[in-house]
């Protein structure tokens, strides 16, 4: 426990500098194409656009810190939940306080990103609510892939091949919750509700399963035993 204040600090650097890499990378794409009058407008809208995917990147990051911190899913789990919670309330709590000047960027995003890209501008703004129900289900969706990274007991190594699928993953699944046929599920079943909570509650149920699989398939982490 004595190391976590190190380990948010890192943590933190890490989300930010994901950030400032990814709005970087989409910026360059977006003055190729556009001829922007000033370009700090679309930087702070390129930046906030990218925090879904920065959140995630950080968060599968942490999870191999987790491992050498921690020896107990039950304590580890809500460690990283916090600091999950932390980057991606955070900015929409910034967000929804400051009026920032944003440009629209919804056309420089690759194509399966921009649902989640709107979702997130759109839930920062929200009433309290979906606010907390929405940030707070994609926080713990994200959190749920710390398992993949000890899928193998004897093969660990296979954790650091499987985590950026993972986090792909999280990004594509949730783009998907967001779609009309994510709603259609609730329909088969007789419930109408408004697609915030819908993707909300699909998001907590796979939450849940990956939680489910992690203790029925995965190792331990290996924090704090004896090595050797």
Known sequence: MKKLPGVAIRFIATFVIAVLCISAVWMSAAALDRHESSLIPLFLGLAVAAIP?????????????????????????????????LVVCGPAIIIRLIDVPQAIVADVLPLSYRPVAAWFKEMARAPWPEFAASLASFAAFSTAFWGITRISRSRPIMGAFLAPNGALAVLYLFSVYLSGPADAAFSLAGLSLPRVWSTAVLAAASALALLLADALIARKPAGGRPRG
């Open 53 to 85: 995917a920065a959140a995630v990147a950080s968060v599968f990051l942490l999870f191999f810190q987790m491992n050498r911190l921690f020896s107990s899913r039950l304590l580890g789990y809500p460690v990283v939940m916090i600091f999950a919670l």
